[in-house]
């Protein structure tokens, strides 16, 4: 498979790095899709307080010093949309990940 994968072929990647990428690509190749309210879904499901994502939600600019683990807005549907389709149309190497981040209310 090294043959064919891009990514592996041009050699970018540091031996450590192309090892990791190999077995995350091909040795366990199990990724699924979910969007933001979904999570939000299971947050509230399990008892567990919204504070903030990667990428933030809406219209905000995530910045290099944010405070992840201070309360953010949850937004609304239209900006968590938003924020999932800039996300896909950004052209990054991860697509559409995202990191939501909670707190177990007690």
């Known amino acids: 498979m090294a043959k064919l994968d891009s990514r592996l072929r041009r050699g970018e990647l540091n031996a450590e790095r192309s090892a990791a ?3 995350d690509q091909y040795m366990n190749p ?3 899709r979910h969007s933001m309210d979904e999570v939000l879904r299971w947050f ?3 008892q ?3 504070i903030s994502s990667i ?3 809406g219209d905000m ?3 290099e010093d944010e405070q992840l683990f201070e309360q ?3 937004g609304n549907r239209l900006d968590r949309l938003s924020s999932e389709i800039e996300m896909l149309l950004s052209g990054g190497p ?3 990940l995202f990191i939501m981040i909670g707190r177990k209310i007690e």
């Open 44 to 46: 509230e499901r399990n």
């Open 21 to 23: 990428w190999f077995r």
């Open 94 to 96: 991860d697509g559409g």
């Open 61 to 63: 600019e995530f910045q």
């Open 72 to 74: 953010h807005s949850i």
């Open 48 to 50: 567990i307080e919204f």
């Open 30 to 32: 199990h990724e699924s």
């Open 55 to 57: 990428p933030s939600i």
